[in-house]
């Protein structure tokens, strides 16, 4: 038993890492607590200009830090469990085809969707394309939340006006990058590799 003893610790180790952050409210807490996400953080923010509260709160709200998320199954008969709505997947939920597209788009080919910073780096593509693509400031976290659901398309034809529901949950994306930024500006300096960074918008 004592020999299996490591391998088994090995084969749990993968396990405790796709466990979602304890305060998902905190920026500072989620960089502190999981190791190498402040470093994905700001690569993405370099790759594409896009504001690490602001691809974070993104990512809050589609997975809420969740590896493996999956949008719940439909239910038939309210009990049966049926198909889900999407196959979307992952930490930024994005659908297969959009992640294909960021694939091509980037080169990142085996990128996952359940690494955090393939997915950090995923939205801030998508973001990058939303500027190109409708004109949204890559610091507009409400507008770019929009896009992100919508898809560009939809967002350009106004698909989200009348949608109540959809543009609460933008306002509260938008409400949480201003959360963050102010979590993140009073931390950064405590944060690996965050010494000097400032200005988050």
Not at 53 to 79: D, N, W, Y
Not at 115 to 130: A, L, Q, T, V
């Amino acid at each position: 038993m004592k020999r299996l003893l490591p391998y088994l610790l090995l084969l749990l180790l993968p396990a405790c890492a796709t466990t979602p952050p304890g305060n998902v409210d905190n920026a500072c807490s989620i960089f502190r607590e999981k190791d190498g996400w402040y470093d994905d953080a700001l690569a993405a923010q370099k790759a594409w200009g896009s504001p690490v509260p602001v691809m974070l709160a993104i990512m809050h709200q589609e997975s809420r830090f969740v590896a493996q998320a999956k949008p719940p199954r439909t239910r038939i008969l309210g009990i049966i469990p049926g198909f889900r709505p999407s196959n979307s997947y992952g930490y930024s939920q994005a659908i297969k085809s959009t992640w294909k597209a960021y694939e091509r788009s980037t080169g990142h080919y085996g990128a996952d969707r359940d690494d955090f910073g393939d997915s950090m780096d995923f939205i801030g593509w998508y973001n990058n394309e939303s500027l190109h693509r409708s004109g949204i400031a890559k610091n507009d976290a409400y507008r770019l939340y929009l896009a992100y659901h919508e898809g560009h398309g939809g967002y350009n034809r106004g698909s989200y006006r009348d949608k109540g529901w959809l543009l609460r949950v933008a306002t509260k994306v938008r409400d949480r990058a201003a959360q963050y930024t102010v979590q993140l500006n009073g931390c950064a300096d405590s944060l690996p590799r965050g010494r000097g960074l400032f200005g988050w918008f």
